[in-house]
């Protein structure tokens, strides 16, 4: 089955810096890549996600890139502000069955 | 738009217990999936149910079982509680299984603690 991997399990980022997040997967025949961010108390909320038929896709200050060659996909938040501190969670799936593998979690923390 | 719903919020149950979760998935939407998240950790799928019945399951143990409704909400059985069942239960709906990649959309969960 899939096996999705991130990293880093922690990242703490100054405010107005920018904060990447990477993960790795193993089925090649995955090629539906949504991201999550979970709050304290809260469900995972997505925030943005991505298809095996593009390599990049924005939307404001949050953009997501793929490699499917290498099998990685990567989260990027640039500008980044207090309310982005949470856990971020990626995922990987074969579009249409919805179901996903999650990552481990990055915790995100934007210091002040 | 009424989001995913679940219920209780939390609950305390006892090892050899059994106990169910509710979930109504977000109008218009016919899928529930069951996610058990466990401390620290990323979500594991444990089923999907589509138009009643199941859909896909992950790697969870036979007293794990599920039910959906006509009104496409949802209620996840677990039978003969152990310790280690003792995690966040996420229930997400979406559009439909088949139809491309529905965004997954999840409710707050429910915290259950085994003792």
């Known amino acids: 089955g899939e096996n999705v991997e991130q990293h880093p399990s922690t990242l703490s980022v100054q405010e107005g810096d920018s904060a990447v997040i990477k993960c790795t997967y193993s089925?090649?025949?995955?090629?539906?890549f949504p991201w999550y961010k979970q709050e304290l108390g809260k469900g995972p909320q997505l925030i943005i996600d991505i298809r095996s038929n593009v390599g990049e896709k924005k939307d404001q200050r949050i953009a997501v890139t793929l490699n499917k060659t290498a099998k990685h996909f990567s989260l990027h938040i640039t500008e980044t502000q207090p309310e982005d501190s949470a856990v971020y969670f990626c995922a990987a799936s074969i579009e249409g069955n919805e179901k996903l593998t999650f990552g481990t979690g990055t915790r995100l923390t934007i210091i002040p | 738009e009424t989001g995913v719903t679940q219920s209780p919020t939390h609950l305390i149950k006892t090892r050899g217990q059994q106990v169910t979760l509710r979930c109504s998935s977000q109008?218009?939407?016919?899928?529930v999936s069951w996610y058990q998240q466990a401390l620290g950790q990323g979500p594991q799928f444990i089923f999907q149910y589509y138009r009643e019945e199941e859909n896909g399951r992950g790697n969870f143990p036979p007293r794990f079982s599920g039910l959906q409704f006509p009104n496409y909400s949802s209620e996840l059985n677990v039978n003969a509680l152990e310790l280690d069942d003792s995690a966040l239960y996420l229930c997400?709906?979406?559009?439909?299984?088949?139809?491309?990649?529905?965004?997954?959309?999840f409710g707050n969960g429910t915290r259950l603690t085994v003792t």
């Open positions: 089925d090649s025949a995955s090629n539906y």
């Open positions: 109008s218009g939407h016919n899928t």
């Open positions: 997400a709906s979406s559009l439909g299984a088949g139809r491309g990649s529905s965004p997954l959309h």
